[in-house]
């Protein structure tokens, strides 16, 4: 092992790892042009410059927030994306999924940056969007959510499907359009109160199933989360066995599907959860097992009453998927 | 071998058709929906389209249990050709990376090619298999010592990792994680039976492809050294039970996914039972595997019913153990059988 | 000829250092939010600061680098201190179950309490990383107790049992991951891919213990590590108490990864490639190569998190990731031009 072959090795190894750095240096150089593109003018954190803050209640807990809050960030919450699509409000910074925003928030993403993926977002650029608030989710990591309280104060949205009416009267009562909320809530109970009279007889022997298409699988959810809360909870029909046992989102095979034989079935697909299987749909409404069921023989099969992205349970999904059900059902 | 081990062989080829015939009964009878036997009998033989019990069987049932018998065969014999091609004892398309290859090249199908056709997407396991496969043996035969089964497992286990990372980044980017954890959880229940047709003519290449080798694998299994003296050549040898078993992995990851320790335990068992003859044991593997995942599968829609658990899961709580097992005899000696 | 291998020792470490604090540079002065090397610079030695300049160096970017480089540090010493006690250079700290552990435990914890439990305060943000740390050390427990016989712990069975058993752990974490929702089996996905995006000072406190413990400790035994390279007969002969010091540089590897894994996720690899690139540089003394290792693998880390984090921005490609697609091939190369 003489010294020539030994500087020798090192020189090969010393010049991988330069070009690695060098590679590092390009990217970041990359990076960072691309951030220069941000604005990030102003150096005061973001402290409303009127000063006032006020309290906000939200399931329990008391947040302190700038009077009017005008910038919103969202990100993580997609029950929040919802309420602010039913409520008008722009905020400054969304979730993207591969870099886009979806199709549906297009009215309310106009002036929106994209603050990273669903489930990592990106600190800096929320701090430099000087939110006045900002808008996470009950499912993030106490770390996440420590890091957000310290750019603006941090609301964690409930991601579960019963506090629907907290939720929109959260963004409502921060961005000031109280009556707007209470209207559609009042609206959606009316429609309930409808939805019941018409139903609950015709409804009473029958079995209604909703699923969602998923990877070219059939999903059911439990009786409180999906558009099932909708169906079971608040109009009260028939919750079929299979979803009283379903604790999660479960998938089914064809042959438990036939089993249960359900009168009146709405799906719910969206080309882009099933990038492989575009043809899904078609290819179940076509399988021999499947075309036999009493859904499917009556016509009583209904696809995307409502755009396939939406959750479900926030008021938008509910109201919309509601009207569309009754629609369908008392025919 | 003893006196009654002699006759395990024929007792296994001569059973082998009624355990056949029973595992696909039962696996038949089995399911979500409650029927009887006087309708599967029904369905076979006087088919009504328009009963949708019969569809049911036609079109679910019987296509499921024939194809995770086929499977489980392909499986076996993949492992039988490459615990024979090494002498390792280890040696596994799962273990080896060569299913998480094909699993890798059918996401990148499913990202780049969204909706590509069946016969694209099996076409796309082969490469995969291949890949996975070539990346694994090639490193071990490089490297000093590098087919000792150690190291092999380590080599494989180290390339499957890496592939399953990239695979997992894919998914992520492009936001399909869940379904591709759908891929690597096979579940029986979605197998096409279209896919099943197109699979035949490359899954009959490659059992034909182990049968004529099964000689020379025996021969192999003695050492390389014995095998040159005896005027075989091995690197053709070689290469072809590697086509064989990339043929036989890369169609059944299409097919339902990633099972992993079938290709691992049957070999084992099967050697216990018939000797170490291959021209007997690619065979017997081939029924004896056919029929273990046969009853994996009728486990796995007994254990949380109504719902499925994904066989992977069976055959690891079945595998492991036995893997343990192994380890405990054998060590990091290489395949003394 | 020593004052030849000291002066090459001295070229390595400041060769890596010099390595390192370039990246921490480079790491220090990038991110989405525009600050100016001038404007850091104020902020470091706290002239006319700023709060949102506070905020992006003290709590966004400073955390998430030094928690990187203590990662990277101890995944480097436990990796060389593995392929050490196990003669066997490919060895990786991942393959004794540790990280299969861990995410097995992470993913039971997202998929069971977090969301009935109402965590508050210090347990909010230790419950997972605690659950981690539990599950990597129970994984390696039982691989203990399957891979002992006669009270002899052989380096090969240990080895082959981890892959066993971390086989069974993936199939059990792969089966929870699907009852999850999309959401949530996401966030898992990035957790188990070893991401440090939400690195926090609380983090570093919880991991700097085991480091401080375990690192002088484990360098205190070079000498025997080095003995251990020997045949096991060899080195009883020489009067070791073979069994019991391996198991006791093993644990205290596990526990410097567990330390690790318990608050970043899976980072797999480092233990492998950073002891292979020490080796090369320095040889085998134990002395040696444990620094070196750390070093190497602490580059590698603040590497893979810098690229990780600029490449896709804003979106963030987790470490882990970064680290595999570079490395593996990069340890195949390696491995090829050692044969020659």
Not at chain 2, 181 to 208: C, E, T
Request: charged share 15%.
């Amino acid at each position: 092992m003489n010294s020539s072959s030994s500087t020798h090795r090192k020189t090969g190894r010393w010049s991988v790892l330069i070009i690695l750095l060098l590679t590092a240096l390009l990217v970041s150089a990359c990076g960072s042009s691309q951030a220069t593109s941000t604005s990030a003018a102003g150096t005061a954190t973001s402290e409303n410059s009127s000063g006032e803050q006020r309290t906000i209640t939200y399931l329990g807990k008391e947040y302190t927030v700038p009077a009017t809050a005008e910038r919103i960030v969202i990100t993580g919450s997609m029950e929040a994306m919802e309420d602010a699509l039913l409520l008008d409000v722009h905020p400054v910074g969304a979730i993207t999924y591969s870099g886009k925003f979806p199709e549906k928030f297009a009215s309310i993403t106009d002036q929106a940056e994209s603050i990273g993926e669903k489930t990592e977002p990106n600190f800096e650029t929320i701090l430099s969007l000087k939110p006045d608030v900002i808008l996470g989710t009950t499912k993030f990591d106490a770390p996440v959510v420590e890091q957000l309280n310290k750019i603006a104060p941090t609301i964690q949205v409930s991601h579960i499907s019963d506090n629907w009416q907290d939720n929109l009267k959260l963004m409502d009562e921060l961005t000031g359009k109280s009556k707007e909320a209470q209207t559609a809530i009042t609206t959606y109970q009316q429609d309930v109160a409808t939805a019941k009279a018409e139903l609950k007889d015709k409804m009473k022997d029958k079995t209604v199933l909703a699923v969602r298409i998923r990877q070219g699988s059939v999903c059911v959810y439990p009786s409180n989360v999906f558009v099932n809360a909708a169906l079971y909870e608040d109009v009260g029909l028939n919750v079929p066995d299979i979803i009283q046992q379903t604790k999660a989102q479960q998938e089914i095979s064809i042959e438990q599907f036939a089993q249960i034989n359900p009168d009146y079935l709405f799906i719910q697909f969206s080309t882009d959860e099933n990038p492989d299987t575009p043809a899904a749909l078609e290819d179940l409404k076509k399988n021999p097992i499947l075309s036999k069921t009493k859904a499917f023989q009556e016509g009583h099969v209904y696809v995307n009453v409502i755009d396939p992205l939406s959750e479900g349970g926030p008021a938008w999904s509910r109201d919309q998927f509601l009207k569309a059900a009754v629609k369908e059902l008392s025919q | 071998m003893s006196g009654i081990r002699k006759w395990y062989p024929l007792i296994l080829i001569v059973s082998a058709p009624l355990l056949v015939a029973l595992t696909i009964s039962i696996s038949i009878l089995y399911g979500a929906k409650d029927m009887d036997a006087q309708t599967i009998i029904q369905a076979l033989f006087h088919f009504d389209p328009n009963q949708i019990d019969h569809q049911i069987i036609m079109q679910s049932r019987l296509p499921r249990a024939i194809s995770t018998m086929l499977i489980g065969a392909f499986l076996a014999v993949s492992g039988a050709l490459m615990q024979g091609m090494t002498r390792n004892y280890l040696a596994s398309p799962s273990i080896m990376g060569v299913s998480d290859g094909s699993v890798l090249m059918i996401t990148l199908c499913m990202i780049l090619l969204p909706g590509a056709s069946s016969l694209t997407m099996i076409v796309y396991s082969l490469i995969g298999s291949a890949i996975g496969a070539g990346i694994v043996f090639g490193l071990a035969w490089l490297l000093p010592n590098g087919t000792s089964p150690v190291r092999m497992a380590i080599l494989g286990t180290i390339i499957g990792t890496f592939m399953s990372g990239v695979t997992e980044a894919a998914a992520t980017y492009f936001q399909v994680s869940q379904s591709v954890s759908f891929w690597y959880n096979a579940r029986l229940d979605q197998i096409d039976p279209v896919m099943i047709r197109m699979i035949i003519p490359f899954a009959i290449a490659g059992l034909l492809l182990a049968l004529i080798l099964a000689r020379s694998i025996t021969v192999l299994s003695m050492g390389d050294e014995i095998a040159a003296g005896l005027g075989q050549r091995t690197g053709l040898i070689k290469g072809l039970s590697m086509l064989a078993v990339v043929l036989l992995t890369g169609v059944s990851v299409a097919l339902a996914g990633k099972i992993a320790f079938v290709g691992l335990l049957v070999p084992h068992m099967t050697r216990y039972l018939v000797g170490v003859d291959y021209r007997r044991v690619i065979p017997c593997c081939a029924l004896f595997g056919g029929i273990s995942l046969g009853w994996c599968d009728i486990l796995s829609r007994w254990v949380n019913a109504p719902f499925e658990t994904p066989i992977g899961v069976i055959t690891a709580l079945f595998g492991v153990p036995f893997f343990l097992y192994l380890i405990r005899r054998k060590g990091g000696k290489t395949n003394e059988n | 000829m020593k004052t030849d291998s000291i002066r090459r020792l001295l070229l390595v470490v400041c060769g890596l250092l010099l390595l390192i604090m370039t990246t921490f540079y480079i790491s220090l002065t990038n991110g989405t939010f525009d600050l100016s090397v001038g404007d850091i610079v104020k902020t470091l030695l706290r002239v006319d600061p700023v709060a949102a300049h506070d905020l992006v160096i003290f709590d966004f970017r400073l955390p998430r680098i030094v928690l990187a480089m203590l990662i990277g540090l101890g995944l480097g010493i436990a990796g060389a201190v593995i392929q050490g006690v196990t003669r066997n250079g490919l060895a990786d700290p991942g393959m004794l179950g540790i990280n299969a552990g861990a995410s097995m435990a992470v993913v039971l914890f997202m998929l069971i309490f977090k969301q009935s439990l109402e965590l508050t305060g210090w347990l909010a943000f230790m419950a997972m990383p605690l659950f981690g740390l539990c599950g990597g050390v129970a994984a390696v427990i039982l691989i203990f107790w399957f891979a002992r016989s006669n009270g002899r712990l052989e380096p090969q069975q240990l080895i082959l049992v981890g892959i066993a058993v971390s086989s069974g752990f993936s199939a059990v974490t792969l089966y929870l991951s699907l009852r999850m929702n999309p959401d949530d089996f996401e966030a898992a996905a990035v957790w188990l891919a070893g991401s440090l995006h939400s690195a926090n000072w609380q983090y570093i406190t919880a991991m700097l213990p085991w480091l401080l413990i375990l690192i002088p400790y484990i360098w205190r035994k070079s000498t025997l590590l080095d003995v251990m390279q020997l045949h096991d007969e060899t080195a009883l002969s020489l009067g070791v108490p073979l069994t019991a010091q391996r198991q006791r540089l093993i644990l205290a590897a596990v526990g410097l990864v567990a330390a690790c894994v318990s608050v970043s996720g899976g980072i797999g690899f480092v233990g492998l490639i950073a002891p292979h690139i020490a080796r090369r540089v320095v040889g085998l003394h134990h002395s040696r190569l444990l620094p070196i290792s750390g070093l190497v693998g602490m580059l590698m880390v603040v590497l893979g998190d810098l690229i990780g984090k600029t490449i896709f921005a804003p979106a963030q490609l987790a470490a882990g990731i970064v680290i595999s697609i570079i490395g593996v091939p990069y340890f195949v190369y390696l491995l090829f031009r050692s044969r020659t």
